[in-house]
């Protein structure tokens, strides 16, 4: 069910002579036996990714598919920002700050998935590769584990040692419901895509998960170490597999689905209006119901085809699976039911007959949930089980889309069924340790149904054509800017033509699949093509653009600051309210503003006052925020910040200036790391450090701690509330905020639109697009002022 780097097997033969090396090419790995009798190509870079740095391992086999993981040390390059020192080196005029790029070292999860059939080719490509691991062990669950323990201890010179199964797959299971927002969906057989994603609940237990392999177990998860097994069948995934090769003959698993998904199961199975003739009105019960599994072949003298007897069958165990599920649900009281286990592995047809059960069953109280990564359950807590001394739980952890596979639909024309058999395909998840723990902003009004992005490009077809288009389209000017950020380095262009092209994969793979990674958003788009850049050694392609633009609005500050004072207090506002929005059109990320900025280089804070949309705007509330400015100020307001230059300096500094005068503390939150132009928490610092160098008001609060600078634990143009650095949250609710300020396209308009808080909200926005403009109702360079005042 996902997609996968497959075996170019069409190379084999050209490539099989070559010795194995490290990273940097193909490696043709012959089989050393266990029945494996041709050559695979086996790309490091692409599927054993950074192996020469891995450090600890784990492995969960099944009946037919191996699960690798490991933990690895990733080097890459980072952009520092600094005053400059004082040594005297020449420096330019209007340049801030030092820009340095250094090496940074972090934390990466490795998770590849492959079929049992390659496991000795694999290890002995592990073993080829691996240099310096800091273990001896390799934690090992699962059936298989035993049948090759004495294969993995002689290949990679390790011990082996079993951890329970069960309880690696709730260890598993609770790491990517805490760390992967996309991580659960509910399947709809009709839908298209058929695909419908969950935003996680920052309380996920309790919970029952339903493991389908052979027999069936039933676990009730309480908490992160509490569960129990409070029931299961012995009719499961071996029963449907078992029967089917003797009623069909057919001995694969994956074949045998494939027929049941071409069956028609009524023509076996006897209905509830071949007894009744119709409906039973009575007991409420449909007509089309089975009422007799396998039924009709008690009296039918005739012979069944294989396709609708797997289909029955496949009714008949999925249907006892969902009822007895069910039934356990309710006397646990319990809402919600994650299904995993080879029984299920992503097939459509399995996931349809068990959503059809339990919502039959549970009359839509009960809802059935599968996971993305349902299939690595057992590897990522078979790894935790083995990292326990580091700590693993006490951290973030991300995604990373440049290094993981997508989801991959059944219903998909450009899948053959028969691929189901999965031959040389390898699936790949990979997860960044994140520099910041992350939590839910305390001021969500309802964290549970916080959804951050405003338009589901994985429902909205025609949204998601023109955004895919859109993010192709900029591609080339993308990799060329980031060529640009380097100009010293000898592979500067070879590395930005490599981004291109795995960006551009990526587009063309949502294009086919748009819930590849979970729903698919704009944010989604932004950060995958960040995640790339990152990948390819470009960390900050905008910093010299940051860093010239801030040296240049900070020259204009204090001019700035002086014809605000010069107005009236009401005139102020609005002049106030204008800069925000002016310094918000400089927008590196929007292709009507890039254009301006490369051509017209004189364009500055007031040509950008001069493109805004007069009054009335498109959303304004500006009169009721006049009106709550004559009130009591504020306790204490929190701003998210978007771009550096005119944005942050000429617009956001005076708004908080005037915020400060009147009393009410100011948390002014940027991004940990870059993105496009936006400002980060470092540059900001320096930024702050020289505006309180002329500007006594801004001195004196960062002195008494009445304006604290603090970071948002994210690198994304756009803002997920669910997803925010610990230490910010917990100032949030010390200082007692009770305005929450979000500025910029990405922040206000593609994400947090309608996010609803418990405290009053101000979010403005000049769109710089003209599709989503005309979306909205506006035209280009139309306002977005929304202020909210929440519901008593």
Request: with cysteine; charged share 25%; glycine share 8%.
């Amino acid at each position: 069910m996902r997609a996968a780097e497959r075996v170019d097997e069409s190379k084999m033969a050209e490539r099989g002579g070559r010795s194995g090396g490290r990273r940097g090419g193909g490696a043709g790995v012959a089989s050393g036996g266990g029945g494996l009798d041709k050559s695979i190509t086996l790309p490091p870079d692409e599927i054993f990714r950074n192996l020469e740095n891995a450090k600890r391992f784990a492995i969960d086999i099944g009946g037919s598919l191996a699960k690798l993981a490991y933990y690895s040390t990733v080097q890459h390059k980072v952009a520092r920002v600094r005053s400059f020192d004082q040594t005297g080196k020449d420096i330019e005029p209007e340049s801030p700050y030092e820009i340095t790029v250094q090496e940074e070292i972090t934390a990466r999860l490795h998770f590849i998935k492959f079929e049992n059939t390659y496991i000795e080719t694999c290890l002995d490509f592990i073993k080829d590769h691996l240099v310096n691991t800091e273990t001896k062990v390799i934690k090992a669950t699962g059936g298989g584990a035993y049948k090759f323990k004495d294969l993995i201890e002689r290949k990679l010179g390790l011990k082996l040692d079993k951890e329970d199964v069960m309880t690696c797959l709730i260890k598993g299971c609770n790491f990517v419901l805490k760390n992967i927002p996309n991580e659960a969906f509910v399947y709809m057989k009709d839908a298209d895509p058929e695909f419908r994603f969950q935003m996680n609940h920052p309380h996920i237990f309790p919970y029952l998960l339903v493991n389908i392999g052979s027999g069936v177990s039933i676990v009730k998860v309480e908490t992160e170490d509490k569960f129990e097994w409070i029931g299961g069948s012995s009719i499961g995934g071996g029963t449907f597999w078992g029967l089917g090769a003797l009623l069909t003959k057919t001995k694969k698993f994956d074949e045998l689905l494939h027929l049941a998904s071409k069956g028609q199961h009524t023509n076996v199975d006897m209905l509830v209006k071949d007894v009744y003739g119709g409906a039973y009105q009575t007991l409420g019960l449909s007509g089309n119901l089975i009422a007799s599994s396998f039924g009709k072949s008690a009296t039918a003298d005739k012979d069944f085809s294989k396709e609708d007897m797997a289909k029955s069958l496949l009714h008949m165990i999925s249907n006892d699976i969902g009822q007895l599920a069910c039934l356990y649900a309710k006397l646990h009281n319990l809402n919600k039911i994650y299904f995993g286990g080879f029984f299920i592995r992503g097939h459509p047809v399995t996931m349809r007959t068990i959503t059809y059960s339990i919502n039959f069953f549970s009359k839509g109280d009960v809802q059935a949930l599968f996971l993305r990564h349902e299939g690595y359950l057992g590897a990522i807590g078979a790894f935790l089980k083995g990292a326990e001394q580091d700590n693993p739980n006490l951290y973030s952890w991300g995604e990373n889309y440049a290094g993981s596979s997508g989801l991959m639909s059944g219903t998909s024309p450009d899948v053959c069924p028969v691929q189901r058999e999965r031959s040389g395909t390898f699936d790949m998840l990979e997860m960044d340790r994140l520099e910041r723990t992350l939590v839910n902003l305390p001021l969500l009004k309802d964290p549970s149904t916080y959804v951050p992005d405003t338009v589901d490009l994985t429902d909205d077809a025609m949204a998601r054509k023109y955004w895919l288009s859109c993010f192709e389209e900029a591609l080339d000017g993308v990799a060329k800017r980031a060529a640009a950020s380097q100009p010293d380095a000898t592979d500067v262009v070879e590395r930005a033509e490599k981004f291109r092209q795995k960006y551009w994969h990526k587009l063309q793979t949502l294009r086919q699949q748009p819930f590849a990674y979970g729903t698919l958003t704009v944010r989604s788009l932004l950060d995958t093509r960040e995640h790339c850049l990152n990948e390819f050694n470009f960390p900050d392609p905008y910093s010299k653009v940051k860093q010239k633009e801030n040296g240049i609005a900070l020259k204009c500050y204090q001019s700035v600051i002086e014809s605000l004072d010069s107005l009236g207090w009401e005139e102020r506002q609005f002049a106030l309210v204008k800069g925000l929005l002016a310094g918000n059109v400089f927008d590196w990320g929007a292709k009507a503003v890039s254009d301006v900025l490369e051509t017209e280089p004189q364009f500055g804070f007031e040509e950008a006052k001069e493109k805004l949309q007069e009054r009335p705007w498109l959303e304004d509330s500006y009169p009721e925020w006049l009106e709550r400015l004559k009130a009591p100020p504020h306790k204490c307001a929190l701003i998210f910040a978007d771009n550096s230059g005119i944005d942050i300096i000429l617009g956001v500094f005076p708004f908080v200036r005037e915020l400060l005068s009147r009393g009410t503390e100011v948390i002014l939150a940027c991004n940990s790391g870059p993105a496009l132009n936006d400002v980060t928490y470092s540059e900001s610092l320096l930024v702050a450090e020289r505006i309180a160098a002329t500007d006594p008001v801004i001195r004196s609060a960062l002195k008494e701690e009445k304006l604290l600078l603090v970071q948002t634990g994210s690198s994304s143009p756009c803002l997920d509330l669910s997803r925010l650095d610990k230490g910010l949250a917990n100032l949030v609710r010390e200082r007692e905020t009770d305005l929450v300020v979000i500025e910029g396209m990405g922040r206000a308009i593609h994400t947090n639109y309608d996010a609803a808080l418990e405290c009053e909200s101000l979010k403005l926005a000049v769109i710089k697009n003209s599709w989503l403009a005309d979306r909205l109702g506006g035209k280009i360079f139309s306002v977005i002022f929304k202020y909210e005042v929440p519901l008593k």
